[in-house]
Every structure is written in structure tokens, then in C-alpha cells.
């Protein structure tokens, strides 16, 4: 039975880079004629919030229900809000599917240039878990006396749940577990004297479940700080929704920029699909103009082979990447002059020469 899979492509760059992650699960699917895909590809975000009102069409979650993963370009478009695009398809989708799971590799990869002085892949290899349902993206939240110049306010509520939390620290230390690295916890328990010293709270008690597993918190502040100054201290990271937004940010510019940043969103418990997507958003600045970089999407379809249960080919692809970088193709972002086109066929060329089919 071939893998059902929804491409949601969305806006500025995003059809152009997707377009690159889908040649290669294809390339994948001519050199291993028994794993296959069908791919769906769904023409959702801004135009169709332009024509119809809704970034999504009204059912879009039971229809993608059906599909083993979803793969996402990037949401975002200068004629509209970014709050209404993203509230609109990206993270309903992530709360809808219970994806709780936010997992960003930061890595650097053979080939790849980090701006910090004399870093090599070694030093640079961690895996980001942000929580990704709740947290400061709740979406909750208000705005009181509006249009009132001395009375009006936001609220943005932060939700932080037992249960929300409790599962993705303890993801984290199963993972820590599963590849014999430690665990960090990255929070505010200084300033955030209610979500933070909850979270804290939480995160050493499940620590004191996996004795085995080395664990240590850290401020986020001074997590920015060694992340740049020391990153190799990092070997699983666990965080929430918005510190794990940002500090996977700072780990895409160490680790050579947010070309080099893949994201995938998981329901651990496999009860919905999950969607990968690469970190970067729509670019609409050089959308169109085939100089994205697609590598972030290429490895999101790693990832996504990962999941679906094929390390080897998720490896393989990851592998392909990194020779094709070596090789020199690469596109403007990373000093090159190769299209987007160009270095996705590259990517897929590379994965012929490493496994014939
Ligand atoms: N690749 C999807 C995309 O466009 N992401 C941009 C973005 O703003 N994402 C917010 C988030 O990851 O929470």
C-alpha cells in the first residue's frame, strides 16, 4: 500500500521548495519500488483565504485524517495578517492533531558553514523539542477597552497543563534514553514565577524517573548565550512553544542558517498524521524567482521517512544533502548560484549514487 501523502504547499516560496521534498520521496520510491507514495497536494493558504474567506477549506481536519503525513511549505503573505494566516493553517492543524511534539534538529551538517569560529559538525548536533500545542501559543487570550488610549490591553494567556507538560519532558528522556544523551530543560523559572517553576517542577520530576539519563535547566537566557558560546553542551533540548520557536531560530544560524532548518510535528501516539514542514517561512521577497533554498524541506521529508518508519532511506536522504552541499550546489542564501530546482535534482542524483536502485 503506497503512503498517503498531503502536500500542502501554501504561499511565497513554500510551492517551490515542497515541490524539491516531493522529488526526492519520489526519487526514494524509484530506488525502492516497495516503498511508494501518493501524494495529494492541497491548494490551501492565502489565495484560498483571498477567495473564500478561510485559509482552509471548513472540514480540512477530518479530510486530512486519512493521510500517514503531511508535508507543508510555509504560511505567510503580505496581504494579510500573519496572525490570520498562521491561526489559520498551521496551528490549528498542530492543536487539532494533538502534534505536541515540535522536533528541530539543529545540526551542522559536513559541508555546511556555521558563522562561529572553528565549529565543526561535531561540535554542533542537537535535537530541539518544543511543545507545541499549548504553552504561550495557547491562543488564548484578549483585547479589553479596544480603541480606549488610556484603558486598552492585551491579554495573551499562557497555558501550561500537567499533562501537556509531563508528556513532552518525558518524550524528551525517552529519547535521551533511547540515544544515550542528556536531556536539557530550558525555561524562565526566575520571572515566570507561575508557568516556569511549574514547568521546573515537572521537569524534575520526571528527571527523577530516568536516573540513567543525565539532565540539567537552564535559564533561557543563558541557554541563548551557550548556545552561541557552547553548543556542543546540548544534546536533547526540551522547551516550550515560544523559547523553543526562537532558540531553534538562533540554532538555524549557528548551524549555517534557516535553510539548514527542519522541523517535524509529531503525534507520538500515531492517532492523527503528523506534518513536516522546514522551519523558514514564505520568503515572499524571493518568491517565484527559483533561488530558494530547498534543503529544509528536503530534510523534513527525512524526517518524515523517519517517522513513517524508514530510518535507513531518512538517513540516506540526509546523507545526499550533505554531498550535494560539498559538491557545491547551492543556491544564493548559501554563497551558490544553483536554483532551487537545481539542488533538489542534486539531492536526488546524490541519493541514486548512494543507494542504485
Ligand atoms: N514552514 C511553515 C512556516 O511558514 N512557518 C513560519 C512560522 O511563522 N511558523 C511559526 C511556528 O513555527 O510556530
Do not use: C
Amino acid at each position: 500500500m503506497p503512503y498517503r501523502i498531503a502536500v500542502i504547499p501554501g504561499d511565497g516560496i513554500g510551492p517551490e521548495v515542497t515541490a524539491q521534498a516531493v522529488r526526492v520521496l519520489r526519487q526514494v520510491s524509484a530506488l525502492d519500488p516497495g516503498l511508494t507514495f501518493e501524494f495529494e497536494e492541497l491548494p490551501w493558504g492565502t489565495e484560498h483565504y483571498l477567495t473564500h474567506g478561510t485559509m482552509m477549506p471548513r472540514g480540512a481536519l477530518d479530510y486530512l485524517k486519512a493521510f500517514d503525513a503531511i508535508e507543508l511549505g510555509a504560511v505567510g503573505d503580505p496581504r494579510v495578517p500573519d496572525d490570520v494566516t498562521l491561526w489559520g493553517l498551521l496551528l490549528p492543524i498542530r492543536q487539532g492533531f494533538d502534534q505536541y511534539v515540535n522536533l528541530r534538529p539543529v545540526r551542522l551538517l559536513q559541508g555546511a558553514q556555521s558563522p562561529l569560529k572553528d565549529r565543526r559538525p561535531e561540535d554542533i548536533d542537537m535535537l530541539v523539542l518544543r511543545e507545541n500545542t499549548e504553552g504561550e501559543y495557547s491562543g488564548k487570550g484578549d483585547f479589553l477597552y479596544p480603541g480606549d488610549r488610556q484603558m486598552e490591553m492585551a491579554l495573551q494567556t499562557t497555558v501550561f497543563s500537567r499533562r501537556g507538560v509531563e508528556r513532552i519532558v518525558r518524550y524528551a528522556f525517552e529519547l535521551g534514553r533511547h540515544l544515550g544523551r542528556s536531556v536539557t530543560s530550558v525555561s524562565k523559572g526566575n520571572a515566570m514565577n507561575f508557568s516556569g517553576v511549574f514547568w521546573d517542577r515537572v521537569f524534575r520530576e520526571v528527571a527523577s524517573e530516568y536516573p540513567d539519563v543525565p539532565s540539567r535547566s537552564y535559564l533561557v537566557d543563558a541557554a541563548a548565550m551557550f548556545f552561541v558560546q557552547d553548543p556542543g553542551r546540548f544534546e536533547v533540548v526540551v522547551t516550550s512553544n515560544l523559547f523553543g520557536d526562537i532558540l531553534t531560530d538562533l540554532g538555524a544560524g549557528i548551524a549555517g542558517g534557516l535553510g539548514f532548518a527542519a522541523s517535524a510535528n509529531l503525534n507520538p501516539e500515531r492517532r492523527f498524521p503528523s506534518l513536516f514542514e522546514p522551519v523558514h517561512g514564505s520568503a515572499p521577497d524571493i518568491a517565484g524567482r527559483n533561488i530558494a533554498n530547498p534543503i529544509a524541506a528536503i530534510w523534513s521529508v527525512a524526517l518524515m521517512l523517519e517517522h513513517l518508519g524508514h530510518p535507513g532511506w531518512s538517513a540516506l536522504v540526509l546523507q545526499a544533502i550533505e554531498v550535494a552541499i560539498r559538491d557545491g550546489e547551492r543556491t544564493p542564501d548559501l554563497g551558490g548560484s544553483r536554483t532551487t530546482d537545481e539542488v533538489g535534482r542534486a539531492v536526488a542524483q546524490r541519493l541514486a549514487k548512494l543507494r542504485p536502485g
